[in-house]
């Protein structure tokens, strides 16, 4: 047991002893989260929008009033014809136009919307946005109740996303160029003909890794819940849990990487290209994934953020309890399994020249 909290103490102090190794562990959760939290984000506000009117009647009046008083939208002119506001959407003075007939204010209808269309989602929900305002100044046709996330913000969306990606990339990428360093720089041999066993010394790689991201994942939710202002509904107990799984998870893979690679520039791509571009485009992060084609559905069943990404939405934005995530918690315990029993049979007792 000496031998092992040797071994855990040599790996924690080739981690600190690295300065860019701990402000990539430490640097890149918090530029992140303030990226996707503030910066990054799908948010409607300040709509540049031209109002196209013959007559400024009393009901018009109210519809643009309203319009200029939410947060979405900004007035930037009044026109005269649709022709005049394309213009001024093409030569991107603007982002879309609201036309108001000659029998709105008769009949309370009669309302086209001239929008940017480059962007189609942003322009989707522009439109979407636009006609509720405009429903509720006739009269409140309509009421809409948005659950969980009232305010609509991004911040909601993104931030059980951003940890999902942060403790794959961290914990897999980190522990991946831990076993291929040893090779390197010829210090494998001293550890293969230790006392210790295989296991042992991966677990000893690991218990570094696994302790710096818990503290990573404790810096994330302080800053979602007290900077980005994003809820923690769920149960705190639960949450910890099925992260710690997912970290057992993750460092699985790092392990496994680290077998197969020679090198720690070849683990590093190997880790970029397993884990970082299906990570953003596959596992839900950023486009759903039941808008995405079959073959890619079936592709994205075996990432794992997927299923972290989802389990954390539910707990942390819907707060349900653990028996609505069962699938995805049970889902991330076979890839550990899976993944750790793959790690073990490729580390070889002696070194392969």
Known sequence: MKQF????????????????????????????????????????????TVV???????????????????????????????????????????????????????????????????????????????????????????????????????????????????????????????????????????LLVSPVKPLMIIIAKAIPYLALAFIILIIIMLMARYVLGVPLAGSLFWIIVISVIYILLALSLGLLISNVAKTQLVALLLSAMVLLVPIVMLSGMIFPVESMPEILQWISAIIPPRYYIDAMRKLMIMGVGIQDVAREVLILVGMVVVLMTLALAKFNKRLEY
């Not at 014809?81 to 030569?91: K, L, S, W, Y």
Request: with cysteine.
């Open 52 to 190: 196209v009117t013959s007559s400024m009647d009393h009901l018009t009046r109210q519809a643009v009033d309203r319009l200029a008083a939410s947060e979405y939208f900004t007035i930037t002119q009044v026109v005269a014809t649709p022709r005049d506001a394309e213009r001024v959407i093409r030569g991107q003075k603007a982002d879309m136009a609201i036309v108001f007939g000659p029998e709105f204010a008769s009949r309370r209808s009669g309302v086209q919307f001239i929008v940017d269309g480059a962007d189609p989602n942003m322009a989707q929900q522009w439109t979407n946005y636009a006609t509720g305002v405009m429903l509720n100044a006739q009269g409140g046709a309509v009421n809409t109740k948005m659950l969980y996330n009232p305010q609509m913000r991004s911040a909601y969306n993104f931030v059980p996303a951003i940890m999902g990606m942060l403790l794959m990339l961290v914990c897999a990428m980190m522990t991946s160029i831990s076993i291929v360093r040893e090779k390197e720089k010829g210090t494998m041999e001293v």
């Open 5 to 48: 909290f040797s071994f855990v103490i040599k790996e924690g102090k080739h981690i600190v002893r690295d300065k860019r190794t701990v402000l990539i562990l430490f640097g890149m959760p918090l530029v992140l989260m303030l990226l996707f939290g503030f910066a990054i984000t799908n948010d409607v506000k300040n709509v540049r």
